[in-house]
């Protein structure tokens, strides 16, 4: 393990000492600006123009700085990246999915941002998010986006059945009955989805692992409980039976934004959509609460979205540059204006301006940030939730005994942190 890094730490070096340039064309001669590449993995056709549009006004106020923009899709980015951080043809920045960070970091690919540029207003970022971009006690990541899970409900369909949001899993089965019986629809509608089961396991205290003891926690008595209460929320008057197909995420959003379903658990990545459902043309309608607690009391939701960060590789000249560019980017203007055009959370707290908190899914969803946990920086985490998505498939199908299929996940996972013990 360290002579991967060993080896990686020799690629940048090796990068530098070339005076290798990201993207591979992004040379300059020094008479002319810098030219930078930025790798963006955002929706090419509801997110894309926002920043392409802010790039052009990065540049006219920065004539000595020019950057090549490139959409790559989401799916593909983390493997095209590796492989061109790998050969010295890495971009000089990419935006990076919060899981992705501290696995590049890892590797030596990012430069770490402490005391730059774009760290200058830190303070003003959300403490989890920097804790979030950090590896090994340095931060490798500019928050750029944030998200987390919400449980998002009808308004008018919870009036009309005379219950409010729930604060435990407990009340929520009540108030799904009692949503059944007055208005017809149910309740709640949950997802097998290990991503959205995360919740469960932070309202009992735990994680899938214990990042800093070395340990892999989703088979101990503090899971069991919060998946055997993931599980029950699939069976009982007002709760809608698990869906195992393919579309399932389609089908939950569907009957959601349709007033099919009273609630579900989601991210503010579908504020827009929710506002093209006949359910929300009011947008007021939209109700927006913390996930309920477990038996600990305690609340949380996994924290998503992506990082700026600066490939280590690129020469002195590029990485100025490119922390120029992460600081406008970053920007309490930058991120108003993304909110504003994309319906994204910013990352620090002054973007959170009256007109982007007039937009009622955003105030929401700012409310219920501080149940937002950070990950641990554990290069394998996010790979985590690949086995348990296969298991969580099959118990909630009622194919495999929770005891069986979270025995199995333990399995899995241990071949990815094969340091870790049981």
């Given at each position: 393990?360290?002579?991967?890094?060993?080896?990686?730490?020799?690629?940048?070096?090796?990068?530098?000492?070339?005076?290798?340039?990201?993207?591979?064309?992004?040379?300059?001669?020094?008479?002319?600006?810098?030219?930078?590449?930025?790798?963006?993995?955002?929706?090419?056709?509801?997110?894309?123009p926002?920043?392409?549009?802010?790039?052009?006004?990065?540049?006219?106020?920065?004539k000595?700085?020019?950057?090549?923009?490139?959409?790559?899709?989401?799916?593909?980015?983390?493997?095209?990246?590796?492989?061109?951080a790998?050969?010295?043809?890495?971009?000089?920045?990419?935006?990076?999915?919060?899981?992705?960070?501290?696995?590049?970091?890892?590797?030596?690919?990012?430069?770490?941002?402490?005391?730059?540029?774009?760290?200058?207003?830190?303070?003003?970022?959300?403490?989890?998010?920097?804790?979030?971009?950090?590896?090994?006690?340095?931060?490798?990541?500019?928050?750029?986006?944030?998200?987390?899970?919400?449980?998002?409900?009808?308004?008018?369909?919870?009036?009309?059945?005379?219950?409010?949001?729930?604060?435990?899993?407990?009340?929520?089965?009540?108030?799904?009955?009692?949503?059944?019986?007055?208005?017809?629809?149910?309740?709640?509608?949950?997802?097998?989805?290990?991503?959205?089961?995360?919740?469960?396991?932070?309202?009992?205290?735990?994680?899938?692992?214990?990042?800093?003891?070395k340990?892999?926690?989703?088979?101990?008595?503090?899971?069991?409980?919060?998946?055997?209460?993931?599980?029950?929320?699939?069976?009982?008057k007002?709760?809608?039976?698990?869906?195992?197909?393919?579309?399932?995420?389609?089908?939950?959003?569907?009957?959601?934004?349709?007033?099919?379903?009273?609630?579900?658990?989601?991210?503010?990545?579908?504020?827009?959509?929710?506002?093209?459902g006949?359910?929300?043309?009011?947008?007021?309608?939209?109700?927006?609460?913390?996930?309920?607690?477990?038996?600990?009391?305690?609340?949380?939701?996994?924290?998503?979205?992506?990082?700026?960060?600066?490939?280590?590789?690129?020469?002195?000249?590029?990485?100025?540059?490119?922390?120029?560019?992460?600081?406008?980017?970053?920007?309490?203007?930058?991120?108003?204006?993304?909110?504003?055009?994309?319906?994204?959370?910013?990352?620090?707290g002054?973007?959170?301006?009256?007109?982007?908190?007039?937009?009622?899914?955003?105030?929401?969803?700012?409310?219920?940030?501080?149940?937002?946990?950070?990950?641990?920086?554990?290069?394998?985490?996010?790979?985590?939730?690949?086995?348990?998505?296969?298991?969580?498939?099959?118990?909630?199908?009622?194919?495999?005994?929770?005891?069986?299929?979270?025995?199995?996940?333990?399995?899995?996972?241990a071949?990815?942190?094969?340091?870790?013990?049981?």
């Amino acid at each position: 393990m360290r002579r991967g890094i060993a080896a990686s730490a020799l690629v940048a070096s090796l990068a530098l000492a070339a005076t290798a340039c990201g993207g591979g064309d992004s040379g300059s001669d020094s008479s002319g600006p810098v030219t930078i590449t930025w790798w963006d993995t955002s929706n090419a056709t509801n997110e894309a123009p926002t920043y392409q549009a802010l790039v052009k006004e990065f540049e006219a106020a920065n004539k000595d700085v020019k950057v090549k923009y490139v959409n790559v899709p989401f799916d593909q980015a983390q493997n095209k990246f590796d492989t061109a951080a790998g050969s010295k043809g890495a971009p000089d920045i990419l935006r990076s999915e919060v899981g992705w960070t501290p696995a590049f970091a890892k590797k030596s690919y990012f430069l770490p941002l402490d005391g730059t540029e774009a760290l200058a207003d830190q303070a003003k970022f959300q403490p989890n998010l920097i804790e979030q971009a950090k590896y090994e006690g340095k931060t490798y990541g500019v928050p750029f986006t944030t998200d987390t899970l919400a449980f998002v409900y009808n308004k008018d369909l919870f009036k009309k059945a005379g219950v409010e949001a729930p604060k435990t899993w407990d009340d929520l089965k009540k108030a799904a009955a009692t949503i059944k019986d007055k208005t017809g629809v149910d309740g709640y509608w949950g997802s097998t989805q290990a991503y959205y089961a995360q919740t469960f396991l932070y309202g009992e205290g735990t994680d899938t692992v214990d990042a800093d003891a070395k340990k892999i926690t989703v088979n101990g008595a503090e899971a069991k409980k919060g998946y055997g209460t993931w599980l029950s929320l699939f069976d009982g008057k007002g709760l809608h039976k698990a869906d195992t197909t393919a579309d399932a995420y389609a089908h939950i959003q569907e009957a959601f934004v349709s007033g099919k379903v009273a609630a579900i658990m989601q991210g503010p990545w579908e504020i827009t959509n929710f506002y093209k459902g006949s359910a929300f043309k009011d947008k007021a309608n939209l109700g927006i609460a913390t996930v309920p607690a477990g038996s600990s009391g305690k609340a949380g939701a996994p924290t998503g979205g992506h990082n700026l960060s600066v490939y280590a590789g690129s020469d002195e000249a590029h990485q100025k540059a490119s922390l120029k560019f992460l600081n406008f980017m970053t920007s309490a203007k930058a991120q108003e204006t993304i909110a504003l055009k994309n319906n994204t959370l910013p990352t620090r707290g002054d973007a959170y301006t009256d007109k982007v908190k007039a937009d009622p899914g955003i105030a929401g969803y700012q409310g219920v940030l501080a149940a937002a946990q950070p990950r641990p920086a554990l290069p394998e985490y996010s790979s985590l939730w690949g086995p348990l998505d296969t298991e969580l498939l099959k118990i909630a199908g009622g194919k495999e005994s929770l005891d069986k299929g979270l025995g199995t996940a333990e399995t899995s996972i241990a071949k990815l942190v094969p340091d870790f013990s049981k």
